[in-house]
Each structure stands twice: as structure tokens, then as C-alpha cells.
């Protein structure tokens, strides 16, 4: 079972084509499945009706921006809302995103979500997901800075047997497999320029054409997007195109770093642990207070990186991470040729010094596994392989 940066489980759904003619049975729940192609993200279970109300002529109109200061969560207007969609918050500025979340959900609105790097947008946007009225259908998650640029366009639109070489079987693309359901565009400001009036026309017409077709295919999905670049300075710079921008955006939500809401870290920690497959561990009031004195660039990736490591300096006998374990992670940094003396490995068991250097590599390298891989010297399959026997697989 995959899960999403701060553990949830995400479900893949298996693969099949769609037509236009299964688009009335997924708007009821009905909805075939998908495959998630090889190095993208998870094809997940939703269901409902099209692309956005709401967001169909609204290009001329600057998309409404939603941020949560902390005085924001005291005006009388703001919806609190402690949980939605399996996620919990004690943060006032975080409880005002739920409460936000929560009420576009029930919606066909295309939203925005913009964040640093490891803040959790991905998991956001599966929750909407799974409040919404597709929620019996796909959720599709295309990276489109994960994407190789000469294979962007055939694993957004799909591709068609013989269209180019090595295309030996006809691929749906993403549209497809979310058809019914939702598309997470993930990190939306890397989609390559060529490819963005390629999207913005399938987004206006809810059709796609595969490479080497020679029909549209209408696709019915609710689009919501995620970056962690200023969409507006990359317009003015030429690198985002303005009606791209307004028509995937009739709602920006900010997402606070991990930084700014340090009242959520023993929710956090409970659920990574739990995760992690130590959710017998507790937290040491003093270790609590050692996470919170930290910046977390990395935000909540970086926590589960951290836990995942300080699991490894845990004794068998211990029921709880302490200040020493913390620490043992802390003054190690990151793994290189140049710091990998000084780390505390001493009386440790050899596959629990391998479980540390593949995770803080992976911290290293910001998640990126084929980064990760080759600073490891070893390759993307061998790391595959060692997340699953770590429990840390994508699978």
C-alpha cells in the first residue's frame, strides 16, 4: 500500500481503458480503473461530474488567493475544523485551511495549491479527493517535474500502438485514467512550456488526443494542481502561461510550512510513526521539544525522515524516542564520503545502518529516488527493493 508524505494510505487502482460512454456510470460511482505508469505517481480511487464549475470562463478573472495568517484564524468568518478527511490539525492557521478544504470540497472547483517542498499538498489534495462526490472514482497523480520531457505529452494525453519507437501497446494518458475522477497536477511550474498549450486546450475542451491519434477522447476529471513556485512571477517571467494560470486556478489555498505550525507535531509524529511501522514508539516530552526547535527547510518529508532514522537508534527494549536518539540523527547530517566517520553507528546492526543512509540520502536529494540512487552507487531497482524490505516502498 503506497502512502503520501505524512503516511496516509493511498490505493492504486487497476488498469483499463476509458470511453465517453462510462462517463454517466462514474459520475454514480462506477468507474474503471487505471494503472499507474512506471516512475509517475498513484492512481487512487474517486467519482462525480466535470471540470470545474466555476472555472470554466473565468480567464479574464485573477484566480481568488487563500492564505492563513494567524490573525486570520481569529475573524468570525473563518471555519475552524480540527479534522477533515482523516487529517488533524491543533494549529488555529492549519485548523482554517481544513475548514477551507472542507467546504471546496463538496465543489467541482479547480484549485491550486501552493507550499513549500514536503508541506503536504499531495496529501491535501487526496483528501479533497475523497470528500468529494468523485471520491468513488481515480485519483490520478501526474509530476510534472518527475515526467521526462520527451514523454510529457504521451503520459498526459496518452499515445496510440506504433506513434513513435518503442510505443508497442496503446497507453492512456492521464486524463484517461482520471476520467471521472480527479488529476493532481503536481508541481504544476515544471510542466515544460511546449507541452502548456497542449494542457490548457485539453482543459478547455475536456478532450484529449492521444500521440498518433486521430480522435478526441472526452474525459470528465476535476483538476487540482500543486506547486511550490510563485505562478505569478512565472508568468511575468515567460516561463507559465497567463490563461493556463487562470483557468487551473479559480481557487489558490497556501499552505503553511511546517514551521509556522508547530502545534501540529505531536499529530504529525503519531501518524509517521504509525506509518513507519513503529506506532507502539512514544515521543519524550524533551525530544518533542528538540523537534520543535528545529527550522524543517524540508518540512514534513523531512520529519518522516528524521523519525525513520531516529527508529534505527532505538533499542528493542525502549518504548520511546529520547533526546539521544534525536541527536544521534541531528549531528550526523547527511550521508557523504566526507561526514560518514563521524557518524554514531557504533553496536548498530548492519541493516539498520543501511535503512539510515537510504533515508537521509532520500532527504538529501529532496525524495528524488533516482538522485538518491545514484549518490547511493546502486541502482533505482536495488533502492526500490530496499524501501520494501524497510517498509518504506511506493507499492
Not at 233 to 240: D, I, K, L, M, T
Not at 279 to 301: C, E, K, Q
Request: with cysteine; aromatic share 4%; proline share 6%.
Amino acid at each position: 500500500m503506497e502512502t503520501d508524505v505524512i503516511g496516509r494510505p493511498v490505493e492504486k487502482a487497476n488498469s483499463g481503458p476509458t470511453s465517453s460512454s462510462n462517463l454517466s456510470s462514474r459520475r454514480n460511482g462506477n468507474c474503471a480503473g487505471s494503472t499507474r505508469p512506471p516512475g509517475f505517481g498513484n492512481d487512487v480511487k474517486s467519482a462525480g461530474p466535470g471540470l470545474g464549475a466555476g472555472s470554466g470562463d473565468r480567464r479574464s478573472e485573477p484566480p481568488r488567493r487563500y492564505s492563513v495568517p494567524p490573525s486570520m484564524s481569529q475573524r468570525p468568518d473563518v471555519e475552524l475544523a480540527s479534522e477533515f478527511g482523516g487529517l488533524s490539525a491543533q494549529s488555529p492557521g492549519m485548523q482554517a485551511i481544513l475548514g477551507l478544504l472542507g467546504r471546496y470540497a463538496s465543489t467541482d472547483v479547480s484549485m491550486t495549491l501552493i507550499g513549500e517542498t514536503g508541506t503536504g499538498k499531495e496529501v491535501l489534495a487526496h483528501a479533497i479527493h475523497l470528500q468529494s462526490p468523485r471520491a468513488q472514482c481515480n485519483f490520478v497523480i501526474f509530476d510534472c517535474g518527475a515526467v521526462s520531457p520527451n514523454l510529457a505529452e504521451s503520459e498526459l494525453l496518452g499515445h496510440e500502438r506504433g506513434s513513435f519507437t518503442g510505443a508497442l501497446n496503446a497507453h492512456p494518458g492521464a486524463f484517461e485514467r482520471a476520467d471521472g475522477g480527479t488529476l493532481f497536477l503536481d508541481e504544476i511550474g515544471e510542466l515544460p512550456v511546449d507541452l502548456q498549450p497542449k494542457l490548457l486546450r485539453a482543459l478547455e475542451n475536456r478532450r484529449a488526443r492521444r500521440v498518433g491519434g486521430k480522435e478526441d477522447r472526452p474525459f470528465d476529471v476535476r483538476i487540482i494542481a500543486a506547486t511550490n513556485r510563485d505562478l505569478k512571477s512565472e508568468v511575468a517571467a515567460g516561463r507559465f502561461r497567463r490563461d493556463l494560470y487562470f483557468r487551473l486556478g479559480s481557487a489558490v489555498v497556501e499552505i503553511p510550512p511546517l514551521r509556522e505550525r508547530l502545534e501540529d507535531l505531536p499529530l504529525l509524529v503519531g501518524a509517521l510513526l504509525a506509518d513507519l511501522g513503529r506506532g507502539d514508539l512514544g515521543l519524550a516530552p524533551d525530544a518533542l521539544a528538540l523537534l520543535r526547535l528545529r527550522s524543517w527547510p524540508g518540512n514534513i518529508r523531512e520529519l518522516k525522515n528524521t523519525l525513520a532514522c531516529a527508529i534505527a537508534f532505538v533499542d528493542e527494549t525502549e518504548n520511546s524516542i529520547e533526546p539521544r536518539h534525536l541527536a544521534a540523527v541531528f549531528d550526523s547530517g547527511s550521508v557523504d564520503d566526507g561526514n560518514i566517520e563521524r557518524l554514531p553507528l557504533g553496536g548498530l546492526r548492519l541493516d539498520r545502518i543501511e535503512c539510515v543512509a537510504i533515508q537521509q540520502t532520500l532527504a538529501q536529494s529532496g525524495g528524488n529516488k533516482v538522485r538518491a540512487a545514484q549518490i547511493l552507487g546502486i541502482a533505482v531497482s536495488t533502492l526500490y527493493e530496499k524501501l520494501k524490505k524497510y517498509g518504506q516502498s511506493d507499492e
